[in-house]
């Protein structure tokens, strides 16, 4: 059982901080602002998410394991609001990006041609 | 070896990532994205830190550091879209 | 004034656990203070359907799980594209309809988007939302609809009863 948890506690803590890395390194590797947005949300939800499950596991039922939920609800509540507001705020002050596509008329019809990550 | 201190390598090679790209910019929203997320990093780096000390009271300072942090990236836009953090008026 | 009394538990609640000292002063604190809050709340008069949708009973308990779900698959799906040597993206906006009729159902369609990896929202008007797409897999995923179909869901009592207050006001003015 205990074995368990230990093996458990190893999983969520490394595997959080694999996803947190790999959100760090699509934030280099991406070509524009939009696209490192993306990679931001990983680390926000499931790095965060495993290191903190990961966390309360070692806490075990108690106090500390309800704080440990209560900032992964802050993270959740923040980060997409925060991320929102950010993506919002370059797209009206016209930062370069995709033309707009109506999404009824693209329903079935998506391809990957002529992307710019085909070039 | 300890699995907190795994979490911070992991956290730690994060947030480098992230100050790289806020040094590299290009533009002003990079940077602001880079350094939101060096502060939600910052929260989860307080919450293993404070594991690994045997201290996990220190998560009443990653929850607060989390709130500031969401503060504090909506004034910077403000700021930036603005040039000011009192007035809705858009700067001339 | 049962709004207020289900929010002053919320907050009670929240103070108990974050605070861990039972003793009779903490607590009188705790309960000061929630009476503050709710005053100060009441008296700015946002205490409505927005501020605490209780109409929403327990249908977030069910909806939650599967958003996180959504949310798993799409980290995968993302942390791929980026691991992939060749960087297989094709950066999309897209206008989506949106079925919510309240703001509280469409913050929490917008929020949805956002916090999924691969998805984003740019704007939110007039019943569309401008959703910025990292791959052609993340955007079948939204045009698919399932999403808008669950918050609909979530909000569906909201809709009613905000017809039903709109047409209240229209009918006593």
Partial sequence: ?????????????????????????????????????????????????????????????GLIAVKLFFVLFLIYVTSPTAAHALVKAAYSSGLDAPDVEEGSRLKGHLSDDGGPGDG | MNVFVVGMIGVLTTMLLALTRAFMGPTVFDRVLAANMFGTKTVLLIAVSGFLTGRPEWLDLALLYALMNFIGMIALLRFSKFQNLASDEQAK | ?????????????????????????????????????????AHLGILDDEA????????????????????????????????????????????????????????????????????????????????????????????????????????ANGARREARRKSGQEGSA
């Fill in chain 1, 1 to 61: 059982m205990e074995l368990a948890r230990e093996i458990a506690v190893w999983a969520c803590i490394v595997g959080g901080s694999v996803f947190c890395v790999i959100g760090g390194i699509g934030l280099l590797r991406m070509p524009d602002f939009y696209t490192r947005s993306h990679a931001a949300s990983i680390t926000d939800t499931l790095g965060a998410t495993l290191i903190l499950v990961g966390l309360a596991l070692v806490a075990g039922p």
């Fill in chain 3, 1 to 41: 004034m049962s709004r207020s009394l289900v929010l002053f538990a919320h907050l009670l609640i929240v103070w108990l656990l974050l605070s861990g000292h039972y003793d009779p002063t903490l607590i009188t604190y705790g309960v000061l203070s929630s009476i503050g809050v709710v005053a100060l709340v």
């Fill in chain 3, 52 to 155: 605490l949708p209780v109409h929403m009973g327990i249908r977030p308990f069910f909806y939650v799980p599967w958003l996180l779900k959504e949310v798993v698959l799409a980290n995968l799906a993302v942390a791929k594209v980026i691991l992939d040597p060749r960087l297989p993206i094709h950066p999309r906006i897209l206008r989506i309809r949106v079925g919510q009729k309240t703001h509280v159902g469409q913050v929490i369609h917008a929020n949805s988007i956002t916090l999924t990896p691969g998805t984003i929202t740019l704007d939110v008007r007039d019943g569309h939302f401008l959703v910025h797409a990292l791959t052609t897999d993340s955007a079948e995923g939204l045009l698919s609809g399932e999403m808008d179909r669950r918050v609909s869901h979530l909000e």
